[in-house]
């Protein structure tokens, strides 16, 4: 079974630009959430996606949004980047995203911006 | 909503056990206890899950008290590939984990 895909990889953008991230969960897994990790902040919670609905979400501005497709793939956008959005984004998927239940993680998408 | 507390950072060398604790006073009766690994610009892997006593598989040990307000995580014999941040994350209402800072193991040849 392929794990969590996220692309891309690497994003270098410039302050007030848009960007897209791109997961693709284990297949036949229905929730997929997303994380910001930073130096400073460590691993924070965006939000969690679960049958294309939003059920749970971190405390972010309204700049960082997100969706999921009926096949479970997600996406989530940062609009008017700022130099604090520089991070390493994180997307997990689990089966149901129940309580308790084992998270499997991408590998990120390092973002950068000038 | 259980917050967990474990040491910011320590040091081991090869061949050594490393046991690292978690604390988390408010744990719900519901809670299970879940140990995760991560490597620099990796996303974190799950190690571990437990609810009681003690719990083994091929990579670590999870050793919970009676009470559970506390777990350690044992990693027998590590080698410099066990290099990593460990999360300690105590299941949370709402479905919202956090994962606090994590313990930043670093081990030495």
């Known amino acids: 079974k ?48 679960f049958s294309e609905t939003q059920r749970n979400k971190g405390n972010f501005p309204g700049r960082f949004s997100g969706r999921q497709f009926s096949n479970s793939r997600s996406e989530m ?21 129940t309580y308790n239940e084992k998270l499997f993680f991408g590998s990120g998408t390092q973002l950068s911006v000038l | 909503l259980a917050k ?21 006073n408010n744990i719900a009766t519901n809670d299970y206890i879940t140990w995760y690994q991560q490597f620099p610009s990796q996303g974190p892997r799950f190690i571990i899950q437990g609810y009681k006593t003690k ?34 994350l105590v299941g949370e209402r709402g479905n919202i984990p956090t994962f606090g800072r994590g313990t930043s193991l670093i081990v030495h040849p």
């Open chain 1, 2 to 49: 392929a794990g969590v895909t996220q692309t891309p990889r690497y994003l270098i953008k410039t302050r007030g630009q848009q960007v897209t991230l791109s997961c693709s969960p284990i297949s036949g897994h229905r929730s997929v959430s997303w994380y910001q990790q930073t130096p400073g902040q460590g691993l924070q919670f965006l939000f969690e996606y």
């Open chain 2, 55 to 88: 719990v083994t598989n091929e990579v670590a040990s999870l050793f919970i008290p009676a009470d559970r307000k506390s777990s350690t995580l044992s990693l027998p014999r590590v080698s410099l590939s066990d290099t990593a941040v460990y999360y300690c």
């Open chain 1, 77 to 97: 956008n940062v609009s008017t980047l700022e130099l604090g959005d520089s991070a390493l984004y994180l997307c997990a998927s689990s089966s149901e995203g």
């Open chain 2, 4 to 24: 967990t507390t474990q040491p910011i950072s320590m040091d081991s060398y090869e061949g050594q056990e490393v046991n690292i604790t978690c604390s988390h």
